[in-house]
C-alpha cells in the first residue's frame, strides 16, 4: 500500500476518538485493529466484528504502523 492510500484511511480528527488515528473518519482506531490482530485475530473476524471496515483498513492500519515504527525524532539543536 502506498504512503498515499495507507493516509486516505488514516485519519485524524480531534472531535473523533481524541485525534488518535482512525480508520476513514470512524470510532475505530489502527491500535483497535492492531490490537485485534496482536490477539490472534484474523482479517476474516475482524471485519466480521466491524462490517463497516473493508480488508484495505486492515492493509493501511498495518502499513500505518509500520511508517510509524521507522519514524524517528530527531531532537532540534539548542544554539
Known amino acids: 500500500?502506498?504512503?498515499?492510500?495507507?493516509?486516505?484511511r488514516i485519519t485524524f480528527d480531534p472531535n473523533v476518538m481524541g485525534g488518535k488515528?482512525?480508520?476513514r473518519g470512524?470510532?475505530?482506531?489502527?491500535?483497535t485493529v492492531l490490537g485485534l490482530m496482536a490477539a490472534g485475530r484474523g482479517p476474516r473476524e475482524i471485519l466480521d466484528a466491524y462490517p463497516y471496515l473493508e480488508r484495505q483498513d486492515i492493509d493501511?492500519?498495518?502499513?500505518?504502523?509500520?511508517?510509524?515504527?521507522?519514524?524517528r525524532e530527531v531532537p532540534l539543536a539548542s544554539g
Open 26 to 31: 470512524l470510532r475505530v482506531t489502527a491500535g
Open 21 to 23: 488515528a482512525c480508520i
Open 1 to 8: 500500500m502506498t504512503t498515499a492510500a495507507m493516509m486516505a
Open 60 to 71: 493501511a492500519a498495518l502499513a500505518y504502523a509500520a511508517w510509524r515504527l521507522e519514524e
